[in-house]
């Protein structure tokens, strides 16, 4: 329990304090991290709508890749950087503006140099999966930065 505590207080404080394009991610609410996994919450806001008024498959991707890069570091002693190889998205259902949705994000593997995530995005609500993905992150070494 204190290393998920721990976990959730390092990426609130991270969020709160990103500057840069990260800074859009401002208002998703960590609901737990901890042992390779990280659940989170967002409100669609108007921001984060396109043109139909429904959440924009961007905003969503970046919400996949930010919240299975949380769980990687819940699953690591230390943090190691790395950098997204490949990302695979499947968009089902939409999310209008002022849905609640949960983003679900699980370490499937990391190993020496690759980690492979699955996230799924729901609707809060309703249980709906809007949304899920693959995401596989290279791992960096002091060589390779």
């Not at 699953?75 to 998205?89: A, F």
């Not at 492979?116 to 709906?128: A, F, H, I, M, S």
């Amino acid at each position: 329990m204190a290393a998920t505590t721990k976990a959730v207080s390092a990426i609130r404080n991270y969020l709160k304090n990103c500057s840069g394009f990260e800074s859009i991610l401002k208002n998703i609410k960590i609901i737990s991290a901890g042992n390779g996994t990280c659940l989170a919450e967002y409100k669609v806001e108007q921001n984060a709508t396109n043109v139909l008024g429904s959440l924009h498959g961007g905003f969503t991707a970046t919400l996949v890749d930010a919240t299975s890069t949380y769980a990687l570091y819940c699953d690591q002693d230390e943090i190691t950087p790395s950098v997204s190889l490949d990302m695979h998205m499947t968009y089902m259902k939409a999310a209008n503006l002022g849905d609640e949705i949960l983003i679900d994000a699980k370490t499937m593997r990391a190993g020496k140099n690759l980690a492979y995530l699955r996230v799924e995005v729901k609707n809060k609500q309703t249980g709906d999966l809007l949304a899920q993905a693959l995401h596989t992150r290279f791992l960096l070494s002091e060589k390779s930065y």
